[in-house]
Structures are given as C-alpha cells and as structure tokens.
C-alpha cells in the first residue's frame, strides 16, 4: 500500500469523493424539499469546489500515466525514479495547480454582475451557465475560461497520451504473448478511468451542443459528475 500507484489511487478516491460531493448532496436536498434555491455564497463555494476537484482528477490521472510509463519502460529504476519524494513533489503540485485554477475561475465570477434573481438551468452552479446570465461584460471571463481549459485540459491529456504511446512501442518489443499481456494489464484500469473520464466529459459538451437543449446537457452532466466518479473505485477494486 506505499506503491506510488497505490499512493495516487488514495489522492484520486479523495477527489473523487470529493467531487460527488460538491453537487450531489445540494441536489438530492432540492428533490427533497421541492426547492432549486442556493444562496449566491453557496454557489460560489460549488463553482470552487467542483472546479478544483475535477481539476485534480485530470492532474492525478496524468501523474498515474506516468507511473505506468515509468513501470513499463523502465521496470528496473521504477523504485528509483519513483520515489517518495518525486511522488509527494508531484501530487503536490497537482494540488496546488488545482486550487490555484479554482481560485482564478471563483475570482473572475465574483467580478461579474448579475441584474436580478437567476434561474440556472442545470442542476448545480455551472460556471459556464453563470457566465452566459451576468450583466456586465463577460470577455475577460470566456477568455479566462478558455485558457484554462485548453491548458488544464488539453496539457494533461496530451501527457497521458504520450506516456501511453512510449508504453505501446515498448510492449511491441517484448518478444513473448504472455509477457506482452501481463504488461498490458498493469494498463487496463487506468485506461479504463482515462476512458470514462474524457470520454463523459466530452460527450456533455458535444451532446449540448448539438441538441442546443440546456435540459439535455444537465441530464448528460449527471455522467461524468456522478456516474465517472462512483465506477472509478469499481474498476480499481476488480482489478486489485
């Protein structure tokens, strides 16, 4: 259990929790109390909340990539090259990346705005949603929003499919089937997170787009704030 793998799937249970929690508990109040009202701290709290945890799923599902690429390509300095101290440097830096995007998203929303009482059509305070109902002029804040997400999005995605391309070259090499498998295994729950993950989150956006139906983009958002994060430790624990 103090494997770096083992080590990460601690940081990512958390978050994961985390995440769910951000949302869920404040939507299954609604459903029970008939009432979609939350004050304008509260939402602001959400906005922080969700943004900083499901930043931190991605930096943590990178990190993980490494690690296998680590494992698989160089099997034989993995104890050196990961650590403790490489591994506490990089969840560190994975948090303090994560809270420090958070706190930009929550700092520009809070400058914003807004003419009178909101209704969200969503079923948690999605900062793109609050975004698109201010008042005041809103340039600074897509653009902000777009920097970051091609950044916090685009840059760990690219590193995952990087480590993931070095591990492939290096199981084409293993002579033997059986070798080639049981290197591939190591992969499998990973991959099936990384998967789940920017597949879910993809298909939201893609899906909202094209029915231009607000109401089916919050339903497709109940996949990867919910759904993601409660098959995640499913798909570890089979594994394990």
Not at 110 to 128: A, D, G
Not at 224 to 238: G, Q
Request: hydrophobic content about 50%; proline content about 4%; some cysteine.
């Amino acid at each position: 259990l103090h494997q770096p793998m083992y080590n990460l799937l601690c940081n990512l249970s958390f978050a994961d929790i985390c995440f769910v929690s951000s949302t869920v508990p404040k939507m299954l109040v609604n459903i029970q109390t008939q009432s979609q009202v939350i004050t304008y701290k509260g939402c602001i709290t959400q906005v922080y909340f969700f943004m900083l945890f499901g930043a931190l799923d991605e930096f943590l599902l990178t990190v993980m990539a490494y690690d296998r690429f680590v494992a698989i390509c160089h099997p034989l300095h993995y104890t050196v090259i990961m650590n403790p101290c490489l591994c506490g440097l990089l969840l560190l830096v994975s948090w303090i990346m994560s809270a420090l995007n958070s706190l930009l998203q929550s700092f520009m929303v809070l400058r914003l705005s807004f003419c009178t009482v909101l209704k969200i059509p969503h079923f948690f305070c999605e900062i793109n949603q609050m975004i698109k109902l201010a008042c005041s002029d809103t340039f600074l804040n897509n653009l902000v929003l777009y920097l970051s997400a091609v950044l916090l999005g685009c840059v760990p995605f690219a590193g995952i499919i990087y480590s993931y391309s070095k591990i492939v070259s290096c199981i084409r090499g293993i002579p033997s089937a059986q070798g080639k498998f049981k290197a591939f295994s190591t992969c499998v729950s990973h991959l099936s997170v990384v998967f789940l993950f920017y597949c879910t989150s993809l298909g939201v956006y893609l899906s909202s787009a094209a029915a231009h139906s607000l109401h089916s983009g919050a339903v497709a958002s109940v996949m990867y704030t919910v759904v993601t994060p409660m098959l995640n430790p499913i798909i570890y624990r089979i594994k394990t």
